[in-house]
């Protein structure tokens, strides 16, 4: 009990809707739930970012898992990277308190190559990719520019990032410490590296604000995530014609 293997959105009907369609049915779907909660999800759209993102190699403790889940969603990182290797990729729910129901989770199979995998796909949309090491050559996080896409590499609970993983990365950041141990729990690094980012950002004149086309995507996805029977509804109003 309290703990769920999280699966993407799985629905027929939104997957075939293309983008001019979702934003032609947002005013329809947007009469099914009240203004307090429409203007809440606008409210905290404005906010998300896809400008960095969280990238996790084969944690294993689900309590780690979900608290960065929470972290990223309270902080409004909208995507998280999920590349599994030993460890299956579970999902506590009274940790995570559902955050992992409004992010975009993309989860890496263990398999040959997914760490390669994921590193071409962040690469392939401009992010630049970063593993947080406390090595020597690692620059402060306060240290790392913000106007540039950055995807954020964290490892394993016991033996951090895998060599194949900061291999394929182009930097690395650390986290400044001043005692004995050498580095953080996996969920307080992400929440500080996170923190120092978003807030930086929010100063900064960097555009980290989500494009229109996400915006118009996240708001219909949110918005059928709000609503009961939504499958039906969509249904009915595609077979009457938008």
């Not at 930086?200 to 918005?223: I, K, N, P, Q, V």
């Amino acid at each position: 009990m309290g703990q769920s293997k999280h699966t993407l959105l799985s629905r027929p009907i939104m997957n075939e809707l293309t983008i001019e369609q979702k934003k032609k049915l947002i005013p329809y779907l947007r009469t099914f739930i009240t203004e307090e909660r429409d203007a809440r999800i606008i409210e905290v759209l404005q906010n998300r970012t896809r400008h960095f993102t969280v990238v996790l190699e084969d944690l294993y403790q689900t309590q780690n898992i979900s608290a960065v889940m929470r972290t990223c969603e309270c902080y409004g990182v909208q995507d998280v990277h999920i590349i599994e290797k030993e460890n299956e990729f579970i999902i506590h729910d009274a940790i995570s308190m559902g955050a992992n129901k409004w992010l975009t989770l993309h989860n890496y199979k263990n398999e040959p190559g997914n760490v390669a995998k994921c590193a071409d796909y962040l690469h392939s949309k401009g992010y630049k990719l970063i593993a947080t090491l406390p090595a020597e050559n690692s620059v402060f996080v306060d240290d790392l520019p913000v106007d540039e896409k950055t995807a954020f590499f964290f490892g394993t609970e016991l033996t951090g990032l895998s060599e194949e993983a900061v291999a394929v990365c182009d930097g690395a950041v650390k986290i400044p410490m001043y005692g004995f141990t050498e580095s953080f729990n996996i969920s307080n690094s992400v929440a500080i590296l996170t923190s120092n980012r978003i807030e930086r950002l929010h100063r900064s004149g960097t555009e980290w604000r989500l494009t229109s086309d996400e915006h118009a995507e996240l708001y219909f996805e949110w918005l059928c995530k709000s609503i009961r029977n939504i499958d039906l509804i969509l249904k009915r109003k595609l077979e009457e014609g938008e």
